[in-house]
């Protein structure tokens, strides 16, 4: 993926107009993000018993890992929609990316970057990894630290359930990804409510199939999912943006495993 400084960011419907989202301090953590793809059905059906055993699994090594004094957090999501939101940029670079369809993800948070990397060479790490490649026909693996946080909240509450969203985005110049990112972050709080986010960045020499990975988390599916369908600016203002910039959004939609 080519990275560049490039700030500005071509505009797409410049009559429309939503407020700037609130950005707080990025995050000083490290982060691993892994997804799969273990089940071949839509995620809103029920779990194979395959899936089921893989993530009960996964929990138990995640309640492990999270007694390392280094790991925040270690948690396991469970896909539960795939919304529209990919558009056409994916089209035009022909095998160039993973069409991100995770029906599993486990995120995990770290005192610094540092202590990511010392987490992924451990024996309980390389434990819960190796699981999910058993499982899974598709696996993305990474290690990101965070570029960009929404306020007031900033950080994602993985202490409760909800509605979590993993934006996969895939772009020519990661630059020109943060700052449409930025330019259309005022929507999802003018339209949905949103009040949270925490945008991940794949670490340099990080070998990833996305430019950024972006969080967020809402309370119920109500909150987020009719203004993604039935919104007209979604499509005019969100998706046109991203669009105008090469950029595309492979949004997935989870519960808390």
């Not at 560049?4 to 995050?27: I, Y």
């Not at 089940?39 to 995640?62: E, H, M, T, V, W």
């Not at 109500?222 to 959004?249: C, H, Q, W, Y």
């Amino acid at each position: 993926m080519t990275k560049t400084t490039t700030r500005t960011s071509p505009v797409a419907n410049e009559n429309l107009s939503f407020p700037k989202a609130r950005l707080v301090e990025p995050s000083a953590s490290g982060y691993i993000h892994l997804a799969a793809e273990v089940d071949k059905r839509p995620p809103f059906l029920p779990n194979s018993r395959k899936k089921r055993r893989l993530i009960a699994g996964l929990k138990k090594q995640a309640r492990r890992l999270e007694a390392d004094p280094g790991v925040l957090s270690a948690v396991v999501f469970d896909a539960l929609l795939i919304p529209p939101g990919r558009g056409e940029f994916v089209e035009k670079r022909p095998g160039k990316v993973h069409v991100a369809c995770f029906d599993l993800s486990v995120l995990i948070e770290t005192e610094s970057p540092e202590a990511a990397d010392a987490l992924r060479a451990s024996p309980a790490y390389r434990g819960m990894e190796d699981a999910v490649r058993e499982a899974a026909s598709f696996v993305h693996a990474v290690a990101a630290t965070n570029a960009r946080r929404m306020g007031p909240i900033g950080s994602v509450d993985h202490g409760r359930q909800g509605i979590f969203l993993f934006n996969h985005f895939f772009a020519d110049d990661t630059a020109r990804n943060l700052a449409v990112w930025e330019d259309t972050a005022g929507w999802w709080g003018r339209k949905t409510g949103l009040d949270n986010s925490t945008v991940l960045l794949p670490r340099e020499g990080q070998p990833s199939d996305y430019n950024s990975i972006n969080h967020y988390r809402w309370d119920s599916l109500g909150d987020v999912l009719p203004s993604m369908i039935f919104k007209r600016t979604f499509r005019t203002f969100v998706l046109a943006n991203f669009e105008a910039n090469d950029v595309a959004a492979m949004p997935i939609l989870y519960r808390l495993a």
